[in-house]
């Protein structure tokens, strides 16, 4: 390395040698029904509570739910691949749908059943979410699923933005994927460290199990 002194170099070292000992990745396959019927489910118990659901609403809520239905339950909700962002983790599929993102909703072929609008009282780059109809078909959700979608609500709205964002910040997840002098405003979550004790071989079975189920 030209032009960089000995403790330079043992610096820029370490630094390589912690990148390359992160946890492994386990790319799941994200089960985009259930991802749909989850939003679907977040925005009717908005409705229902006569809540505004923004797109920080919604992404927070996914992420409890999906992390708390994994430690109870052994599996997420969405199957769908978090990434941590300056604001918290956030679902990757979720989230492009929710920003209504051409590319991914072509791919999946999907026409989203709620619409989106600017809430600047909420913002000034808030959206919020209303669903189009209260017979949307969520029956691809189990009880555990929804019973954990309603929870995380609760949390989110409870606890308001500071307070959750503090909270995903808090998460080993994201502690470990985010990098605040990075290239990027987004990093890819181990799923192992979803877990409330780390465990590499049960997020390699699920990542399996997503692609063949």
Sequence with gaps: MLGVDSQGAEAYFSVMLVRRQRAPL???????????????????????RGLPATQYDIVKSLFLADRGHLNKYGRPITFDNYVAMKDGPVPSLAYNFLKEDATSLRRHGQKLPWRRKAARDLGVRAFAFEIESDNVDTSV?????VEELKAAFTIVKALGFRQVRKLTHEDQAYIEAWEDDGPSNGYKMSLSLLFDV?????AGELAFLSKHS
Excluded: C, G, M, Y
């Design 26 to 48: 386990h790319a799941l396959t994200p089960h985009v029904e259930k991802i749909v019927a989850a939003i679907v489910v977040l925005l009717k118990e908005a409705k229902r």
């Design 141 to 145: 959700l189990s009880p555990s699923d």
């Design 198 to 202: 780390p465990n590499e071989e049960l």
